[in-house]
């Protein structure tokens, strides 16, 4: 079992930046793929970004360019850069890891935190 803690969230106006960071703890040994998602109320979770343990990355049509994803092993730690920030980024950001380089429902997830980005 992975447990999951997100930080960083909060205001920024459009056009800023800020970097979330999730730690890992727990069975971090099983971890392969850390990614993000995003939710918006009345809305299903989407797809942000991915890293595997290997390094490979992939990214949401939507974010590409703005958004970087980054992991540290050393700290158990996935991170995401958000620059360039819109009004449509505003969202429950939500982190999740995975054994597999696939993530599931029934992967390891983060309780989330909020982005506000006003205009």
């Known amino acids: 079992q992975v447990q999951l803690v997100e930080s960083g969230g909060g205001l920024v106006q459009a056009g800023g930046s800020l970097t979330l960071s999730c730690a890992a703890s727990g069975s971090i040994f099983s971890i392969n793929a850390m990614a993000w998602f995003r939710q918006v109320p009345g809305k299903q979770r989407e797809f942000v970004a991915m890293?595997?343990?290997?390094?490979?990355?992939s990214y949401a049509d939507s974010v590409k360019g703005r958004f970087t994803i980054s992991r540290d092993n050393g700290k158990n730690t996935v991170y995401l850069q958000i620059n360039a920030t819109k009004p449509e980024d505003t969202a429950v950001y939500y982190c999740?890891?995975?054994?597999?380089?696939?993530?599931?429902?029934?992967?390891?997830w983060g309780q989330g935190t909020q982005v506000t980005v006003s205009s």
């Open positions: 890293i595997t343990s290997s390094g490979s990355r």
């Open positions: 999740a890891v995975s054994p597999t380089v696939a993530i599931t429902i029934r992967s390891s």
